[in-house]
Structure formats: C-alpha cells, structure tokens
C-alpha cells in the first residue's frame, strides 16, 4: 500500500503540474486527481458483459453459434468470479437456457456485445473510491449504430455503485492497455484518429489520459486504421502479463495487412522502457496459418492476444492450429505460473472481428488493493 500511496503521489503531482502549465484544451471539469487504472491481473469483484448479439448485425446463420460463445466465455469466467450479463428482455430466455444460475443477468437495451467498448473502463483511489470512465462510445468512429450502447458505460457505473467520470476524448476500453504502475499502450490508429477525437493533439490526449488513468508514460504502437471496426485497438496487438513483460502479436504471413504494422509494434516495444525505465520484456505470440473448416471472411480475428485474465485463470482462443494453439498455451503459461489457461473455441466472435476481451470488463476488487 506504501508503494501504491507514493506512486499515486507521483501521478498527482505530475498531472496537476501538467495541467497548470499546459492549459489543456480538453474540457477535464472537475473530477478529482487520485485516480488509477489497475492492471487486469489484479483481483476482479466481477466479469461484466453484454448478451447483445442480435440477428440484424450478425445475420440468422451465425447468431446461435455467437451466443453460444458468449455462453462459454461467461460460463469459464464464472468458475472463477461472478459473471454479471447485461441482456434484452427479449433474450432472457435464452440466455438463461444458455447459462442457467451461473450467470447474474440484468435487463439492460443494448445494441451489441462488445462491452469492452461499450462499457466503463473502471478505475479506483488510494482513498477507497471506485470510478468508472465514460469514453463516450460513438460506435467506433460511427460505424455501427449506438442508439443503446451510448449509455451502457452509465448504466454498469450505476449497477457497480461507482462514481461516473466524464471524459472529453472518445475512445474505447479496448484501446488501452496497462500495467496498474503508470504505464500504457495506446494504437495512435484508434485514439488520435479524426472520427473519434477530431482536432485532438497526442499531447493533450496524453495529459487527459495520464490524469484519468494514473499513468506516467504512454507507448504509443502505430496500430492500423480501416483495416477493421476498431481502427487497430490495443487489445489485439500488445498486452501486458505483468509490469515490464508484454505479450505482442506477430501475423508472419506477408499477404496480411497485419503482417507489416505487427513487425513495426515489435521494434517499438524491444526497444520502450516503462514508467520505471526499465526495458520491457516482449514475448510474442504468432498468428495462427491453420484455421477450422468454416465460412472465414475478411473480418475473422485469427490471433491469441485478445485473451482474457479473470481471478485465477486465463481464458484465451484456440483456433485449430495445433501448432500455433499449442504455443500460445505453453507461452501464455509461462507467463501467467499461478493461472489456469483455458482455451475456448470461438470462431463466431471471431469471424465478427472481435475475441475473449474485446466481450468482457472487469470491475476491481476494492476491498484487496
């Protein structure tokens, strides 16, 4: 706690000097310095998610099979920590034929499923408060309506009891990566980009980020835009297993659009320090070459970065690779000793563009920080 108290300290001290020379051009109001985003590792109070795929954005044929994943992904997670699912009226019925007791459901209008983006980023203080940060989702640069999912991140504060912090930048959960020490990875394709926040310097983008997020340093990876809905989120390229360690996607296959920017994001990452200055530690993860027998199109997200860490246990993708499903078990092991690593087969989100964490958002244990 003494560490946490002087690093928090820190954060303070150098976002208000920040701000009070800089005179940021982001409307910051009054929301108080103090907090911080701890890191995915850290214990979890419970899993959030959305049972919101629905027939007009997914299509009959793959709809079953999407919320079947949803099933299972809720289902692992619950062997671990609750599991509370935002879900229609209309599809209570089966999504409690889906996940039985297991599972806490609340009614909630939504859109999609992807509450990663759609919810809260949660946050907490060192005095014992816990903030959940409205990014203002605007449906990925408006590309999919968000009639409903614009008022998700309000809805899950409430239910959580958090206090709601309002930012000035629009961005997603799935676009920011930290360590919970002031360090981040941010895709410059995502959060800089012109149809989310239009006229918004890094710079003024960094300091709104360092104030909400306890951050000290920001790595910024390139990411890609247009290539899918998010504009290259975070989430898909580079994770942190713990303070100075990262996992990193590698597409080895030359006819990827992937293929260029993973190789670009390596370089960076082998040569960033963290807020410490320490060299980070950059573990990789290949994409798969092999995939199941289905109907694959452009969007399918074939990679293992997209994993999840709930309280005890990994849950990441397999995609029937043997190879490459075998590596990242074994690695994704190494990294994470004290977890169990379970491998799901989810080919329907996957062919949605999405994976494991762009479907959940963790809310912090207060009460073992």
């Given at each position: ?154 809805f899950v504060a409430g239910r959580a009891n958090a206090k709601m912090v309002r930012s000035a930048l629009t961005l997603e959960g799935g676009g920011i990566e930290v360590d919970g020490h002031g360090t981040a990875i941010i895709t410059e394709s995502c959060v ?163 994976g494991i964490h762009c479907t959940t958002q963790q809310e912090p244990a207060m009460e073992r920080l």
């Amino acid at each position: 706690m003494l560490a946490r108290r002087a690093f928090l300290q820190g954060v303070c001290a150098t976002a208000a000097a920040s701000l009070a020379l800089s005179g940021s051009c982001l409307a910051l109001g009054t929301e108080p310095i103090g907090w911080y985003m701890p890191d995915e590792s850290e214990p979890h109070a419970r899993t959030w998610m959305a049972f919101g795929a629905s027939e007009s954005i997914w299509g009959a044929e793959l709809l079953p099979r999407v919320q079947q994943d949803l099933a299972s992904i809720a289902l692992s997670i619950a062997q671990y920590e609750p599991v509370t699912m935002l879900v229609r009226a209309a599809d209570l019925e089966i999504a409690r034929r889906l996940m039985g007791s297991q599972v806490e459901f609340v009614v909630c209008p939504i859109d999609d499923l992807w509450i990663r983006d759609t919810g809260p980023v949660f946050v907490v203080s060192e005095s014992g408060k816990k903030g959940a940060i409205n990014f203002n989702f605007n449906g990925w640069g408006g590309k999919q309506r968000f009639l409903n999912d614009r008022y998700v991140a309000e809805f899950v504060a409430g239910r959580a009891n958090a206090k709601m912090v309002r930012s000035a930048l629009t961005l997603e959960g799935g676009g920011i990566e930290v360590d919970g020490h002031g360090t981040a990875i941010i895709t410059e394709s995502c959060v800089l980009n012109s149809n989310r926040n239009p006229g918004v310097s890094k710079a003024d983008c960094e300091r709104e980020l360092k104030l909400l997020l306890g951050l000290k340093k920001i790595i910024w990876l390139p990411g890609i835009k247009g290539k899918d809905i998010t504009d290259g989120h975070t989430d898909f390229y580079a994770r942190f297993a713990k303070p100075g360690t990262v996992v990193a996607a590698y597409d080895a296959d030359p006819a990827s659009f992937d293929h260029a920017v993973t190789k670009q994001h390596l370089d960076i990452l082998r040569t960033a320090t963290d807020a410490q200055g320490n060299l980070l530690d950059v573990a990789v993860l290949e994409a798969p070459t092999q995939l199941r027998n289905m109907a694959v199109n452009d969007d399918f997200a074939a990679g293992y970065i997209n994993f999840y860490l709930c309280n005890g246990a990994v849950i990441a993708p397999e995609f029937g690779d043997k190879y490459a499903d075998a590596n990242a078990r074994e690695t994704l092991a190494r990294l994470f000793p004290d977890r169990d690593i379970i491998q799901l087969n989810i080919d329907g989100l996957a062919a949605g563009g999405g994976g494991i964490h762009c479907t959940t958002q963790q809310e912090p244990a207060m009460e073992r920080l």
